[in-house]
């Protein structure tokens, strides 16, 4: 049992690792691309906080990650190149924009994933930006349905595990669980895509309820601001409310949708009888929601978060 125990998990961790490194992979051919147009249109598209949620989804769906939006906007607030309030509008963007990729997880690639490691490959070898970064998604974006492909094959031997299963059994009666569970996981492999990608695959095997699923998802929506935060240690004052700005938005979210998951498991099993692609909706619905509520009242919400964390907000 513990030599099945050790080789379920070591699958487990290789899976996980296939995946954020065809994320890195994956951003690391959009970003010269993505990045450049973000940081060339930002300033033009932040006067209004409509705009900058705009920018913010754009940016994230392009870019495939709101950590990298979010640390790029940190570095440009700390470089005095953008105001905190300006900030607003992209964090609620970004919220948004990162879940286009949850909502790709839920297409069945997986007959195209040789010709998609094939093409990356070659493009990878031209000598050409544009030719480079396709290579990196295209490859970066196999790997990634490979690890998904290997997630759902290991669900159900993971879940013949005892502990395992009885942690299954309480996520599924207990909501707060699964909120620490997605929050827990998502700080430790620094992307809530992944952590949703877990949540799906468990999910595809009947082995986790949507609403537990959801759970997750809400708390990884949480666990994803550790990578802006620490973008932000010895970074300015200012640079440290985007920060503080983008942990309240998502903590205040989960508070107010904990309440409403069973009318969201209603709403998203109406829309789709797959489990994946529920979740990936349910994560549309949630940051939509929240980012368009927020929208109107940025400015109020800017001055109170400069409230809570600064003692002089005169400098803005």
């Known amino acids: 049992m513990i030599y099945l125990f050790k080789e379920l998990f070591s699958l487990f961790a290789v899976f996980i690792a296939l995946f954020l490194f065809g994320m890195v992979i994956m951003r690391a051919g959009l970003l010269p691309l993505g990045g450049e147009i973000f940081q060339r249109n930002v300033h ?34 700390a470089a005095n190149l953008l105001t905190f309030r300006q900030s607003i509008g992209i964090i609620l963007g970004a919220n948004i924009g990162t879940t286009i990729t949850t909502e790709i997880l839920t297409f069945d690639l997986s007959h195209i994933i040789i010709p998609l490691l094939l093409t990356g490959l070659i493009a990878l070898f031209i000598p050409k930006k544009k030719a480079f970064s396709i290579g990196c998604f295209t490859f970066g974006l196999a790997c990634i349905f490979i690890a998904m492909d290997g997630l759902e094959s290991l669900a159900y031997p993971l879940a013949s595990l005892p ?56 708390g990884a929506n949480i666990g994803t601001c550790i990578t802006a935060f620490i973008a932000t240690i010895g970074a300015s004052k200012h640079a440290k409310l985007v920060a ?23 709403i998203v099993t109406a829309m789709t009888d797959d489990s994946m692609q529920q979740l990936a ?36």
């Not at 996520?171 to 699964?178: C, I």
């Not at 998502?186 to 949540?199: E, F, K, N």
């Not at 929240?290 to 919400?301: D, G, R």
């Open 244 to 266: 503080f700005a983008n942990i309240w938005l998502n903590l205040l979210g989960v508070i107010v949708f904990l309440p409403l998951m069973d009318v969201l498991v209603q």
């Open 281 to 316: 909706h349910s994560s549309v619905i949630f940051n939509t929601i929240c980012s368009v509520i927020m929208l109107p009242f940025a400015k109020a919400f800017a001055r109170g978060v400069e409230w809570l964390h600064s003692k002089n907000s005169s400098y803005y």
């Open 44 to 77: 033009r598209f932040t006067d209004k906080a409509w705009k900058g949620m705009l920018i913010g989804t754009i940016a994230t769906a392009m870019l495939q990650s709101s950590s990298a939006v979010l640390v790029m906007t940190v570095g440009l607030v």
């Open 163 to 218: 502990s395992v299963h009885t942690l299954f059994e309480y996520t599924n009666s207990h909501s707060l669980t699964g909120v620490a569970i997605g929050a827990a996981l998502t700080g430790l492999v620094q992307s809530s895509t992944a952590t949703t990608a877990i949540a799906m695959g468990f999910m595809s095997d009947h082995l986790l309820t949507l609403k537990s699923g959801i759970a997750i998802m809400l």
